[in-house]
């Protein structure tokens, strides 16, 4: 389980302290697929930067699985971040000098997961690109290939920062039914951020944002298909 415990994060700007968040409290649990949304600067992206262990909360606790993740040094972080967290981005980060399957590999080596990168690239839907490099692939494509590479880590925490936000509604559509399948089928704690009011409806749990604070938390217990979603 993840929890958030008053969770506070603050940046010093010039002489000032601005607020990103402001004492945060939610719990995940595994196989959830959980969306976080809000405007442009509701918090979002630092929410999301703390749960991957890429910043650390000013106040209050952040544990995952009983684990404190708030007080880990750097070391301990990176390592938190190697085996327990898959990202997907916006953008893809594919390294452009490697096939789709060498992508994928890369990732599953770095931890120790051996298996097929085959495996993903079919769950993925993109078996025949296997042998492409990103700049022979579509954009669909290339953050397709981005999650099969976050899944073969294996993660037990996936998060995904604005993943449909550059790709067309169709295309959009079959990233998120692979990304709630992976929550399914893997019992992986699944976190989208999105200001797309759309994806509410096919979440486990939404988290609403604005400037920093919790709006709202919402528990749904009969998420709906993927391909009903109106974009």
Do not use: W
């Not at 980060?93 to 120790?112: D, K, V």
């Amino acid at each position: 389980m993840i929890e958030f415990k008053n969770v506070s994060k603050e940046y010093d700007v010039g002489t000032q302290k601005v607020k990103a968040l402001d004492n945060i409290n939610f719990t995940i649990e595994k196989g959830q697929f959980t969306v976080i949304l809000g405007p442009s600067g509701s918090g979002k992206s630092t929410m999301l930067n703390l749960l991957g262990g890429m910043d650390r909360a000013s106040r209050g606790q952040f544990s995952f699985a009983g684990r404190d993740i708030t007080n880990l040094n750097d070391f301990e972080l990176s390592v938190y971040r190697r085996d327990v967290v898959g990202f997907v981005f916006q953008f893809y980060n594919l390294i452009p000098s490697l096939t789709a399957y060498e992508n994928i590999a890369i990732a599953g080596q770095l931890t120790g997961n051996k298996k097929n990168a085959e495996k993903y690239l079919k769950q993925v839907g993109l078996s025949h690109r296997k042998n492409n490099f990103p700049g022979q692939m579509s954009g669909g494509e290339m953050q397709r290939v981005s999650i099969a590479r976050a899944l073969a880590k294996s993660p037990e925490l996936l998060l995904c920062d604005e993943p449909t936000g550059a790709l067309d509604s169709e295309t959009g559509i079959k990233i998120m039914e692979i990304l709630r399948d992976a929550a399914n089928d893997s019992n992986t704690a699944v976190v989208m951020v999105t200001h797309n009011a759309e994806f509410a409806s096919i979440a486990h749990k939404v988290i609403r944002l604005h400037d920093g604070k919790v709006l709202s938390i919402e528990e749904n217990m009969q998420p709906i298909d993927v391909q009903e979603v109106q974009l």
